[in-house]
């Protein structure tokens, strides 16, 4: 991959993963290649879900799906139970937690992702994305009125401007 030859890459990713069905390192690079540099990331779902059904835990193919979900599929509750399930081995996992906290974004839950991003941001105080993005929660806030108000409502007014990061 490191050539940029991303379709030979992707048929070696493919013999490896026919030759071992559950090597781990093929199933992970082949997703991330389908879905980022090839821009398909729904190709990139059997090959994660086969990942995770071997290696649960795997953190960085439960980020991958769950951006995937979120971003691609519009399916938020699958990307929760992928932030959380990373979270649940790791509670200050700073790209699971941020990935959670757009999660109630989408829902339109402004306080809580309010709450949520602050949390994250003092665990992770380097990460400017995170600094961004409680940026533009709280201006989106100050537009539609009080926090409280805001939970009650539900409303959902980020348009895409929150994405969650890889």
């Given at each position: 991959?490191?050539?940029?030859?991303?379709?030979?890459?992707?048929?070696?990713?493919?013999?490896?993963?026919?030759?071992?069905?559950?090597?781990?390192?093929?199933?992970?690079?082949?997703?991330?290649?389908?879905?980022?540099?090839?821009?398909?990331?729904?190709?990139?779902?059997?090959?994660?879900?086969?990942?995770?059904?071997?290696?649960?835990?795997?953190?960085?193919?439960?980020?991958?799906?769950?951006?995937?979900?979120?971003?691609?599929?519009?399916?938020?509750?699958?990307?929760?139970?992928?932030?959380?399930?990373v979270l649940?081995?790791?509670?200050?996992?700073?790209?699971?937690?941020?990935?959670?906290?757009?999660?109630?974004?989408?829902?339109?839950?402004?306080?809580?992702?309010?709450?949520?991003?602050?949390?994250?941001?003092?665990?992770?105080?380097?990460?400017?994305?995170?600094?961004?993005?409680?940026?533009?929660?709280?201006?989106?806030?100050?537009?539609?009125?009080?926090?409280?108000?805001?939970?009650?409502?539900?409303?959902?007014?980020?348009?895409?401007a929150l994405?969650?990061?890889?």
């Amino acid at each position: 991959m490191d050539d940029k030859d991303y379709k030979n890459a992707e048929m070696w990713f493919t013999k490896a993963i026919q030759e071992k069905p559950v090597f781990r390192s093929a199933l992970f690079n082949i997703a991330l290649l389908l879905s980022t540099e090839l821009q398909s990331p729904l190709e990139a779902v059997p090959y994660l879900q086969q990942l995770l059904k071997h290696y649960p835990d795997h953190h960085k193919g439960l980020i991958l799906l769950g951006d995937i979900y979120l971003n691609n599929m519009q399916d938020i509750d699958g990307a929760e139970k992928c932030f959380a399930k990373v979270l649940e081995t790791d509670r200050n996992h700073a790209q699971a937690r941020h990935n959670l906290c757009v999660v109630y974004v989408e829902r339109g839950e402004l306080a809580r992702a309010e709450r949520c991003l602050s949390s994250v941001l003092r665990i992770a105080p380097q990460e400017e994305y995170i600094r961004n993005h409680l940026g533009i929660v709280r201006a989106k806030i100050n537009d539609l009125g009080t926090k409280s108000e805001l939970d009650a409502r539900h409303l959902n007014p980020t348009n895409g401007a929150l994405k969650v990061e890889l």
